[in-house]
């Protein structure tokens, strides 16, 4: 079993910034992509950012410039820096492990976390 346990949500002013983060724990031999997504109430949910094991990341058009995914293959983790918040970027933020192996002969799964609410407001 593959858990991802995010964290670094919560409230924050227009124009500020907050940085979220992702640990997959667990028993891993690979993740190909980590990624955030965003579900806002009574939308669907949405790709952010996700970025390969190799560095190859790639973003929304509604956040390119503002956020910046990174990713630590060696701790599992992958981070979403996010600048220049606006109201519209409110959301519950989800990350996203795809194409998991826990072995190399292994199949693959994606995983998903619980979820971090996402608050931009004055």
């Known amino acids: 079993q593959v858990q991802l346990v995010e964290s670094g949500g919560g409230l924050v002013q227009p124009g500020g910034s907050l940085r979220l983060s992702c640990a997959a724990v667990?028993?891993?031999?690979?993740?190909?992509?980590m990624g955030w997504y965003r579900q806002a109430p009574g939308k669907q949910r949405e790709l952010v950012a996700r970025?390969?094991?190799?560095?190859?990341?790639n973003y929304a058009d509604s956040v390119k410039g503002r956020f910046t995914i990174s990713r630590d293959n060696a701790k599992n983790t992958v981070y979403l820096q996010m600048n220049s918040l606006k109201p519209e970027d409110t959301a519950v933020y989800y990350c996203?492990?795809?194409?998991?192996?826990?072995?190399?002969?292994?199949?693959?799964?994606?995983?998903w976390g619980q979820g971090t609410q996402v608050t931009v407001s004055s």
């Open positions: 970025i390969t094991s190799g560095g190859s990341t």
């Open positions: 996203n492990a795809d194409r998991v192996r826990t072995s190399w002969a292994s199949r693959t799964f994606d995983s």
């Open positions: 667990g028993s891993i031999f690979s993740i190909n992509t």
